[in-house]
Protein backbone atom coordinates (compact mmCIF):
# COMPACT_ATOMS: atom_id res chain seq x y z
CA UNK A 1 0.00 0.00 0.00
CA UNK A 2 1.08 3.54 -0.90
CA UNK A 3 1.47 5.71 2.12
CA UNK A 4 1.89 9.39 2.78
CA UNK A 5 3.89 9.48 6.24
CA UNK A 6 2.64 6.32 7.46
CA UNK A 7 -1.01 7.33 6.05
CA UNK A 8 -2.61 5.66 3.26
CA UNK A 9 -2.31 7.25 0.06
CA UNK A 10 -3.83 6.77 -3.86
CA UNK A 11 -1.25 5.32 -6.35
CA UNK A 12 -2.29 6.88 -9.49
CA UNK A 13 -1.59 4.27 -12.53
CA UNK A 14 -1.02 6.34 -15.57
CA UNK A 15 -2.12 3.54 -17.45
CA UNK A 16 -5.50 3.12 -15.99
CA UNK A 17 -5.89 6.61 -16.08
CA UNK A 18 -4.98 6.67 -19.74
CA UNK A 19 -7.68 3.84 -21.03
CA UNK A 20 -10.75 5.61 -18.56
CA UNK A 21 -9.84 8.87 -19.68
CA UNK A 22 -9.81 10.66 -15.98
CA UNK A 23 -6.32 11.95 -15.63
CA UNK A 24 -7.71 15.55 -14.44
CA UNK A 25 -9.71 14.22 -11.69
CA UNK A 26 -6.58 13.34 -9.92
CA UNK A 27 -4.67 16.81 -10.06
CA UNK A 28 -7.12 18.20 -7.84
CA UNK A 29 -6.17 14.93 -4.79
CA UNK A 30 -2.32 15.86 -5.56
CA UNK A 31 -1.81 15.66 -1.93
CA UNK A 32 -3.48 12.17 -1.26
CA UNK A 33 -1.41 10.54 -4.10
CA UNK A 34 1.98 8.85 -2.58
CA UNK A 35 2.85 6.87 -5.89
CA UNK A 36 2.56 7.78 -9.43
CA UNK A 37 2.98 4.27 -11.61
CA UNK A 38 4.11 4.69 -15.08
CA UNK A 39 3.56 1.88 -17.08
CA UNK A 40 4.26 2.71 -20.15
CA UNK A 41 6.41 1.66 -23.49
CA UNK A 42 8.92 3.63 -25.05
CA UNK A 43 8.79 4.57 -28.76
CA UNK A 44 11.30 6.62 -30.33
CA UNK A 45 11.98 9.08 -27.39
CA UNK A 46 8.51 9.04 -26.14
CA UNK A 47 6.61 7.31 -23.61
CA UNK A 48 3.40 6.31 -24.53
CA UNK A 49 0.52 4.47 -22.23
CA UNK A 50 -0.28 1.07 -23.09
CA UNK A 51 -3.85 1.64 -23.33
CA UNK A 52 -5.58 4.86 -23.76
CA UNK A 53 -4.11 8.21 -25.32
CA UNK A 54 -2.63 10.00 -22.39
CA UNK A 55 0.51 11.83 -23.36
CA UNK A 56 2.45 10.60 -20.27
CA UNK A 57 5.12 13.60 -20.51
CA UNK A 58 2.49 16.12 -19.84
CA UNK A 59 0.73 14.39 -17.59
CA UNK A 60 3.73 14.21 -15.45
CA UNK A 61 4.56 17.81 -16.17
CA UNK A 62 1.15 18.58 -14.79
CA UNK A 63 1.64 16.09 -11.68
CA UNK A 64 4.80 18.45 -10.76
CA UNK A 65 3.36 21.70 -11.35
CA UNK A 66 0.70 20.59 -8.93
CA UNK A 67 3.39 19.99 -6.41
CA UNK A 68 3.32 16.54 -6.27
CA UNK A 69 7.02 15.32 -5.26
CA UNK A 70 6.43 11.72 -4.03
CA UNK A 71 7.32 8.52 -5.67
CA UNK A 72 7.64 7.38 -9.08
CA UNK A 73 7.34 3.69 -10.53
CA UNK A 74 8.54 2.86 -13.74
CA UNK A 75 6.60 -0.19 -15.51
CA UNK A 76 8.38 -0.21 -19.32
CA UNK A 77 6.44 -2.65 -21.35
CA UNK A 78 8.19 -4.42 -24.02
CA UNK A 79 11.59 -3.12 -23.46
CA UNK A 80 14.40 -5.02 -25.45
CA UNK A 81 17.14 -4.52 -22.96
CA UNK A 82 18.49 -2.19 -20.11
CA UNK A 83 19.28 0.83 -22.07
CA UNK A 84 15.26 1.22 -22.86
CA UNK A 85 15.09 1.40 -19.44
CA UNK A 86 17.37 4.11 -18.82
CA UNK A 87 16.64 5.99 -21.81
CA UNK A 88 12.68 6.29 -19.96
CA UNK A 89 14.38 7.27 -16.43
CA UNK A 90 16.50 10.35 -18.61
CA UNK A 91 12.93 11.00 -20.16
CA UNK A 92 11.00 11.08 -16.33
CA UNK A 93 14.15 12.76 -15.33
CA UNK A 94 14.12 15.89 -17.71
CA UNK A 95 10.45 16.07 -17.34
CA UNK A 96 11.08 16.85 -13.67
CA UNK A 97 13.75 18.42 -13.02
Known sequence: MATL???????LDLNWSSL????HEYLPLVNLIA????????EGKVLRPTR?????????MQLRDAGYD????LELGRPR?????????VFISRILA
Open 81 to 89: SVDDFLRAL
Open 20 to 23: YGNF
Open 70 to 73: GQYT
Open 52 to 60: GELDVGLAL
Open 5 to 11: GGEPGIT
Open 35 to 42: NVHIQTVL
